[in-house]
């Protein structure tokens, strides 16, 4: 295999922000996601908004996955977008939201710009189907 | 020159990390963006850090980010982890350990895979640390497990290497024998808290006594052997005397002391001329490297313009013909337009 040839991957952080301890789901994600031939990177435990911003900035992901069981979705989400809008990556990166999310509060996700939010019994095939499908060649 | 290593020089933290996606994907234009970063490289120290899994490279990293950056200096770290070779996939999980920079944006943290290519990775590891050295950081650093060949040969591309060694273990530090304890600048004992690193300490300090098959501290290794260097810990030779330190990265203990080496290494590197050989060497390997994939690309080329691979394959299975015969074949044609070049 020669040097210059091109090897693009597409590439996902997992986050768990705020006081939220259940990771399973998260780490199901993660594993789904290697095994499609993706590059992981999951954040851990309990991460700040601004923690979140930062790795998504600096490892340029494709996909930014945001899963949130505690219901603080409303608020923490938000500063995320805010926080990648002031670096330029809120453009091209894609956001998906899992976890309990409320109808309500869905819709309010989507509008702040969320590509898309997965709850209980989405499908990994779905999932994974998704990204490959709106993760666009980035100039 | 190019926008983005425009905004890259001016400090946009987002230019730095898609010129470093640019450089891991081969996206057409890459060389033409590494070339560009180069007149603004060279400013940077590169400390390369290795060790098995769970020895504590990660959280030794992270402090050692947060201590340069009390004293105002600025990081960039990249962390290598394999990937599957199967799927191509991986789940980079370095970053989980940095807590101690959290929003901090001057720790430019940047996880990487291996992706499977032999050669590629550290030649888009060099290239990643030329982003960050134009970029302006002072300090970077390398993070990789020491499981392999590709692994030795990316930290063999920092200034100093520091090999991580988890107390305890008698077969661990056996098992630095084979390549690593070559490499190893300063050997850190991390986890030093722990039962038995006492003893990890004095079997690495035999270790290293005796590496290379010399008598203890009188042959220096670099060939700097007729230098008269005197660095403390080092007074008694020519040479760098690899250093043990002993850490408890978890909690910040023994960090300064860490660094404090590293510094002495840096030191002794530039009084030494040691730095410079260092620099030819490196950029010599690269050429080298370079040379060879772009070479081994053209004949790639050639072989498949001459029938593939797989039909000389079958050939020389039929013993229609041979490999070296193979060889001359699919090389001649460069050989001639070297001999018309010539001419």
Redesign the interface.
């Known amino acids: 295999?020669?040097?210059?040839?091109?090897?693009?991957?597409i590439?996902c952080l997992v986050a768990k922000v705020g006081l939220d301890g259940h990771d399973r789901g998260a780490h199901v994600i993660?594993?789904a996601?290697?095994?499609?031939?993706?590059?992981?990177?999951?954040?851990?435990l309990h991460r700040?908004p601004?923690?979140i911003?930062?790795?998504t900035?600096?490892?340029?992901v494709d996909v930014l996955g945001i899963s949130i069981l505690s219901g603080a979705h409303d608020t923490l989400v938000p500063e995320i977008i805010d926080g990648l809008e002031e670096?330029?990556?809120f453009e091209d990166t894609l956001i998906l939201v899992g976890g309990i999310i409320p109808d309500d509060d869905k819709t309010e996700l989507l509008e702040l710009g969320v590509s898309r939010v997965f709850g209980p019994g989405a499908s990994m095939d779905e999932m994974i189907e998704y990204v490959r499908e709106n993760t666009s060649e980035r100039e | 020159m190019s926008e983005l290593i425009q905004e890259l020089l001016d400090g946009?933290?987002?230019a730095l990390?898609?010129v470093?996606?640019k450089i891991?994907?081969?996206?057409?234009g890459y060389?033409e963006l590494v070339k560009q970063l180069h007149e603004h490289t060279g400013n940077a120290d590169v400390i390369g850090i290795t060790g098995s899994p769970g020895s504590g490279k990660s959280t030794l990293v992270d402090k050692l980010a947060a201590t340069y950056r009390d004293q105002g200096l600025t990081v960039g770290v990249i962390a290598i982890d394999p990937?599957?070779p199967f799927?191509?996939?991986?789940?980079?999980?370095d970053?989980?350990r940095m807590a101690s920079n959290?929003?901090?944006?001057d720790v430019?943290?940047?996880?990487m895979?291996a992706?499977g290519?032999l050669?590629?990775l550290s030649?888009a590891t060099t290239d990643a640390v030329k982003a960050l050295d134009a970029f302006g950081k002072d300090k970077i650093i390398i993070e990789t497990v020491g499981a392999g060949q590709n692994e030795i040969d990316i930290v063999k591309t920092a200034e100093t290497v520091l090999v991580l060694v988890p107390p305890g273990s008698g077969d661990d530090v056996q098992m630095l024998k084979a390549g690593i304890l070559e490499i190893g600048d300063i050997f850190v004992v991390n986890k030093a808290d722990l039962d038995g690193s006492d003893r990890t300490v004095q079997e690495l300090r035999e270790m290293l006594d005796y590496r290379d098959g010399r008598v203890p501290g009188t042959v220096g290794h670099h060939g700097a052997t007729e230098m008269d260097v005197s660095v403390d810990g080092n007074s008694d030779s020519g040479g760098w005397e690899p250093q043990i330190v002993e850490t408890v990265a978890e909690r910040g203990e023994g960090v300064d002391e860490l660094l404090a080496t590293l510094a002495e290494h840096r030191q002794y590197l530039d009084d030494s001329g040691e730095h410079e050989i260092q620099q030819r060497q490196r950029y010599a390997e690269e050429i080298r490297?370079?040379i060879r994939?772009?070479v081994?690309?053209l004949l790639?080329e050639e072989l498949e313009a001459q029938g593939g691979l797989d039909a000389f394959v079958t050939q020389v299975i039929d013993r229609e013909t041979d490999p070296y015969s193979v060889s001359d074949r699919v090389v001649e044609p460069l050989a001639e337009c070297m001999d018309q070049l010539k001419d």
């Open positions: 295999m020669g040097i210059d040839q091109e090897q693009r991957q590439r993660s594993r996601f290697r095994d499609a031939g993706f590059e992981v990177i999951y954040s851990g700040a601004e923690e911003v930062q790795a900035v600096q490892e340029d670096y330029g990556a | 946009q933290h987002r990390a898609r470093i996606t891991e994907n081969r996206q057409p060389r990937s599957s799927t191509g996939g991986a789940v980079l999980g970053r989980i959290i929003g901090d944006m430019f943290f940047r996880s895979s992706r290519t050669g590629g030649t490297t370079l994939e772009d081994n690309e790639t």
